[in-house]
């Protein structure tokens, strides 16, 4: 009854930006920590930021001052805007959401988007 739909990724040139989006569709009657994670090829997946539904933030440091990361609970939706992309930030990119579906309280569970691929270019 939920999934969470990504969209925004493609190929940039080193410099270039995109912009991630993540929309938690279905029957949601709660979004909690919403977050985006990456895989490279060759990599283990990393946290890239995160955001509580509080509005606090987590952030790697290998994205501190380039990438940010908000949200629009009445959209539920998640965005990641990405600047000053490098090669090294190539990888796909997944959204993550621990969600309440099917009714105001039920179990908080967790749910992963299929991934969108970001490519930077040299």
């Known amino acids: 009854q939920a999934q969470l739909v990504e969209s925004g990724g493609g190929l940039v040139q080193a410099g270039g930006s995109l912009r991630l989006s993540c929309v938690a569709s279905?029957?949601?009657?709660?979004?909690?920590?919403m977050a985006w994670y990456r895989q490279a090829p060759g990599n283990q997946r990393e946290l890239v930021a995160s955001?509580?539904?509080?509005?606090?933030?987590n952030q790697s440091d290998s994205v501190k001052g380039r990438f940010t990361i908000s949200r629009d609970n009445y959209k539920k939706t998640v965005y990641l805007q990405m600047n000053s992309l490098k090669p090294e930030d190539t990888a796909v990119y997944y959204c993550?959401?621990?969600?309440?579906?099917?009714?105001?309280?039920?179990?908080?569970?967790?749910?992963w988007g299929q991934g969108t691929q970001v490519t930077v270019s040299s």
């Open positions: 279905g029957s949601v009657f709660m979004v909690s920590t």
């Open positions: 955001i509580t539904n509080g509005g606090t933030i």
């Open positions: 993550f959401a621990t969600l309440r579906v099917g009714a105001w309280n039920a179990s908080p569970r967790d749910y």
